[in-house]
């Protein structure tokens, strides 16, 4: 049937052919699509910061959970709101109204990790002991007034995010072993790798108290010691952790690097990382670049910033804060090399950056200080209690494909007016925008210092919210590893007027990630491969393969997906990702996608308008299309293609 209705359609002639080709490209779509999206709701000036509400709790962590529903937690404190008879210290974020309300996480969350599992479910793992005043030590750990705050030092808290305000923080249980600043990655099964921290908490990790160690959720037994993590002290809190293509993990730890084989419960250490510490508390700004078909979906890693104390300087017996952050970057490839590579420098010295991936490719850094590194103590040199100075207010961003020595920027951009250093988070939004907030280098609430504790939000307005956005229609809700393409339709109006720009147009997904400390725990981007089908009315069909047969490029879980057209992104669309389930993930063959329209305008312009001779087109298709031609010239052209499937199936 459907060969037969490309045969019928290839015999009208040259508007035929491209009416064949159409109907021949119209491809199985992913169960359920989403309407199109519209046109951001807010926006503010282009690269400029604006505040748009009060975050409740200080946000010490926090992601995105629905397109709508900001989650912030921060650790055991006076806040003023409260909760179930005790000061909050969480919250959700109507990003709608701008409205927060008061959650209840239970255990003491101070400097607890986190991220999602395959199933949507957002985990917050790990935290302190229960605290009084100040932060000192509770005389029972079991809950009770001022904070009522138990033990979170082996918490599980588990999150189904809603839109109707009536879902909360539950405890499953717990870890077998107690883990303050530990880092939590998402594996290709849609479980957790839970890796590092320490037991007690401090300013710096030490051997008395250090868990070098990584565990599961859900569990997979007793955890198992990282030799890297045992030789790192005391610069390894929060060890810098991605999944790689490859399955495996690369774990950076003050001045070392390894690749751990979690499956076998291997590790080999590759090049120390040159310039600078970027793990707590000297805190870099650190990002996976963009897994697209160009690098066959090859996972590079950036460090920014940073401070380049050596291991006998983590004591607070001098002025760390006004020690000068790095300006340092650098980049690895570790399924390819073991070897460090320098990327341009950041503009001025900065530890606790974030650097935020946007749809389009390209990073934004923004938080930070100048000089110091994260932590607070009551030391005589301290500003207040804060361990850092001289915060950085500038945004700038990266593109890696600009020329070496012109990729940061800052042309357009305005610096915002609060500091945001210890303590301070950042997401990407559906919209585009850059949510911006927290700060608070105190030990307890405290507003009269020079840096104090910060509730106010900000949005940052990357520069594409001075354009009209693509609005896509035909976005699936659920997209799975291989199988069959779906097809995303763009007007006229989309392309900005201009059909070439089919050309400039990707798919991509996304993970926000869980934000804290300068890390977004989990945040990454993939680009879909794609073909297209440019309309006679200036509109298209993008023709959109799933995700590569391989979860570990892209776990399973919550991510949005995004249609980017010259730099532009579309508003964001929730998706599932992968099976909805924990576990292997289902892996189909991925279906080839057709030839772009444009590709068959140029052999039909080359061979047919402008005279050429059939040989000299046949360099472009198959052999058994090319078979076809130099047997039975022009009638046996058309016949090929039908046979060989335009070439391309």
């Not at 003050?254 to 040159?274: C, F, H, M, S």
């Not at 690895?332 to 320098?342: A, E, F, K, L, W």
């Not at 000299?616 to 293609?641: D, F, I, P, Y």
Request: with cysteine; net charge neutral.
């Amino acid at each position: 049937m459907f060969v037969t209705k490309r045969t019928a359609f290839l015999w009208r002639g040259r508007p035929g052919l491209f009416a064949a080709a159409a109907s021949a490209f119209t491809l199985c779509t992913a169960a359920g699509t989403a309407p199109p999206p519209g046109q951001p709701a807010s926006i503010g000036p282009v690269g400029t910061y604006q505040v748009v509400g009060d975050s409740v709790v200080s946000a010490q962590q926090l992601f995105l959970g629905t397109a709508d529903k900001v989650y912030i937690v921060d650790k055991t404190e006076k806040n003023p709101t409260s909760v179930n008879g005790h000061p909050a210290w969480a919250a959700e974020y109507a990003l709608g109204t701008n409205v927060g309300r008061p959650m209840d996480v239970v255990t003491n969350s101070f400097c607890a990790g986190g991220n999602v599992l395959g199933n949507g479910t957002w985990v917050n793992i790990g935290g302190n002991q229960a605290v009084t005043y100040g932060g000192v030590t509770a005389n029972s750990q079991n809950g009770g007034m001022p904070y009522d705050d138990p033990d979170g030092g082996k918490s599980i808290r588990l999150l189904d995010p809603c839109d109707d305000g009536n879902c909360d923080w539950v405890l499953a249980g717990g870890m077998t072993t107690r883990r303050w600043y530990p880092s939590v990655e998402t594996l290709e099964d849609g479980s957790l790798l839970v890796i590092g921290g320490c037991q007690w908490g401090g300013f710096v990790n030490d051997g008395a108290q250090t868990n070098p160690t990584y565990e599961f959720f859900p569990p997979r037994g007793n955890p198992v010691t990282s030799p890297m993590l045992t030789n790192t002290l005391p610069a390894n809190l929060y060890p810098l952790t991605f999944l790689l293509p490859s399955g495996r993990v690369l774990v950076q730890a003050n001045w070392q690097t390894a690749v751990l084989d979690y499956k076998t419960g291997t590790e080999y250490r590759i090049d120390d990382i040159p310039d600078a510490v970027r793990t707590y508390p000297a805190s870099a700004g650190v990002v996976m670049m963009p897994l697209t078909p160009a690098n066959n979906w090859t996972a590079t890693i950036m460090f920014c910033g940073g401070s380049n104390l050596q291991p006998n300087q983590w004591v607070t017996n001098w002025n760390i804060a006004q020690y000068p952050a790095s300006q340092s970057c650098v980049q690895i490839t570790p399924d390819v090399s073991g070897s460090y590579v320098h990327v341009d420098a950041l503009p001025e010295n900065r530890s606790m950056g974030n650097l935020i991936m946007l749809p389009n490719g390209q990073v934004l850094c923004i938080n930070g200080a100048g000089t110091g590194v994260a932590g607070y103590g009551n030391d005589t040199w301290a500003i207040g209690q804060s361990y850092a100075d001289r915060p950085v207010l500038d945004p700038v961003m990266f593109n890696a494909s600009a020329p070496a020595g012109s990729q940061w920027s800052r042309n357009g951009f305005s610096p915002s007016t609060i500091p945001r250093m210890y303590h301070s988070v950042a997401t990407l939004l559906p919209d585009g925008a850059v949510l911006v907030s927290g700060s608070n280098p105190n030990s307890d609430y405290n507003l009269n210092t020079k840096y104090p504790t910060e509730y106010r939000i900000e949005k940052f307005y990357p520069p594409y919210f001075g354009q009209r956005r693509p609005q896509p229609n035909g976005l699936p809700l659920k997209l799975g590893y291989g199988g069959a393409p779906f097809n995303v339709t763009l007007s006229k109006q989309d392309l900005f007027d201009d059909s070439k720009n089919v050309n400039r147009t990707k798919i991509v997904l996304m993970r926000m990630g869980f934000s804290t400390h300068a890390m977004n725990m989990g945040q990454r981007l993939i680009e879909l491969e794609k073909a297209y089908t440019v309309k006679t009315d200036g509109s298209a069909v993008l023709h959109c393969s799933q995700l590569p047969p391989n979860p570990a490029i892209f776990p399973p879980g919550p991510a949005y997906i995004f249609v980017v057209v010259n730099d532009v992104p579309s508003v964001g669309v929730q998706i599932m990702v992968g099976s909805g389930q924990i576990g292997e993930q289902p892996i189909q063959a991925p279906a080839p996608l057709p030839m772009s329209s444009s590709q068959l305008q140029a052999f039909v312009d080359d061979s047919v308008d402008k005279g050429k001779s059939v040989e000299k087109g046949v360099e472009k298709t198959s052999a058994a299309a090319q078979a076809h031609v130099r047997m039975n010239g022009w009638t046996g052209l058309l016949a090929g293609l039908v046979s060989a499937g335009l070439a391309l199936f």
